[in-house]
């Protein structure tokens, strides 16, 4: 009878142990779960909470509505508001602020000792009649302080036209600026003062120039003795529409190179000096992303987890990573991919208003390979809603 009594006590004891575990278990679960502006990693599932973006050191004191982000190099960003600013991403400290011109758009370049800044600007006038953009730059130092300033339209002529932004690029050391228009792809020596035809897309040897018709994106690569681009390229039987290509030149116009890639129709080129990252139409998504080393001209495609990342590619600030994005009911998902060999390292959940007004527009991302760092930027694509900034580490 003893035997007996020891033996139901420690079943139940059994039951006790086992119910508190599962419970625990279950605490366990439910902490794992990503809330706003939490990281989970997806190796050790451990997570990171960033304060958020109200929260963050200075960013109260930027004026006006946050419109972009941009690499400024040293675990620094420039952020492009009422004023330009440079932050310090690990300090959370503002360290120089400039004011500028308010402008459609805008491209910025780190080079020696300071930044090139070229903005769109449309006149109101010229818009209702259906003129172009003027692109206006502009160089400063590591301080934000004007160096000088220049008008490109001061390179063309009446028949030549800027098309956009990615169409410019400009040299580590800041003296040259490589750029396509309508009539072709030319270089330019700030020192010299010289500008140069690479290729003339008005000629009719269409065959020297590869068939190109169009640049629409253009970048430096190798140190600068080389140009990458993404081109439209005339059909070879009449009445078929150009089509997408990806070649690099050398910036005397020699070895010119443009291909396609079989099945992979690249629409975005992310240039970096060794590396090229190659993205597919975001209309089309197909949950791919081609990489190809310069150097030996190798190519490698990459699965990405859901098909709809494909169009929402960005990339990390030295190319050391390529993040994604991906809009659900409640929220929008980041996701960060190794880019040598496509391994997944990062994935956020950031929550966003119940109404979805921040879910209408694919967020900027940027991606700081030093620090790894992620910034996210929502809304600052559209004019009716306060944009939100969201920092994070990895």
Not at 259 to 288: H, M, W
Not at 298 to 309: G, Q
Not at 314 to 320: L, R
Not at 344 to 349: G, N, P, R, Y
């Amino acid at each position: 009878m003893k035997a007996k009594y020891i033996f139901s006590v420690t079943i139940l004891l059994l039951f006790f142990v086992v119910g508190c575990t599962n419970q625990e278990k279950e605490v366990d679960e439910e902490n794992k779960v990503a809330t706003p502006n939490q990281v989970v990693k997806k190796e050790d599932s451990s997570s990171l909470v960033s304060p958020p973006a109200d929260d963050l050191k200075e960013l109260k004191h930027i004026k006006g509505d946050i419109r972009n982000v941009h690499y400024a190099g040293q675990g620094h960003v420039l952020i492009s508001a009422e004023s330009l600013y440079l932050y310090d991403v690990a300090t959370e400290n503002i360290i120089a602020e400039v004011a500028q011109e308010e402008a459609t758009n805008e491209k910025i370049w780190t080079i020696e000792d300071g930044y090139v800044v070229i903005r769109e600007v449309f006149n109101d006038s010229t818009t209702m009649l259906g003129g172009t953009a003027r692109y206006l730059g502009m160089f400063y130092n590591d301080e934000l302080e004007v160096i000088s300033e220049f008008d490109l339209q001061q390179l063309t002529d009446e028949e030549d036209l800027f098309l956009s932004l990615q169409e410019i690029s400009f040299s580590q050391d800041g003296t040259k600026m490589s750029y396509a228009t309508h009539l072709g792809l030319y270089l330019y020596d700030f020192q010299s003062e010289n500008k140069t035809k690479l290729i003339d897309l008005t000629s009719e040897d269409v065959t020297a120039r590869a068939n190109i018709s169009a640049f629409e994106q253009i970048n430096f690569i190798r140190d600068e003795t080389k140009i990458a681009f993404k081109a439209q390229t005339l059909p070879t039987q009449i009445n078929q529409p150009s089509y997408d290509t990806c070649g690099i030149v050398d910036i005397d116009g020699a070895n010119l190179s443009n291909q396609t890639f079989g099945d992979y129709t690249c629409k975005q080129l992310i240039a970096y000096n060794e590396l090229l990252l190659l993205a597919e139409d975001p209309v089309v998504a197909s949950g791919r992303l081609m990489t190809k080393a310069i150097k030996t001209g190798e190519t490698t495609i990459h699965s990405l987890i859901e098909r709809e990342e494909s169009g929402t590619i960005s990339g990390s600030e030295k190319g050391v990573y390529f993040a994604t994005s991906t809009a659900n009911d409640n929220d929008i998902t980041i996701r960060i991919y190794q880019t040598e060999d496509g391994r997944l390292v990062e994935e956020q959940q950031v929550a966003v208003d119940e109404q979805g007004l921040y879910l209408a527009k694919i967020p900027i991302v940027r991606v700081l390979d030093d620090t790894k760092t992620v910034i996210i930027l929502l809304g600052s694509k559209r004019d009716d809603i306060e944009s939100k900034m969201i920092i994070s580490h990895f």
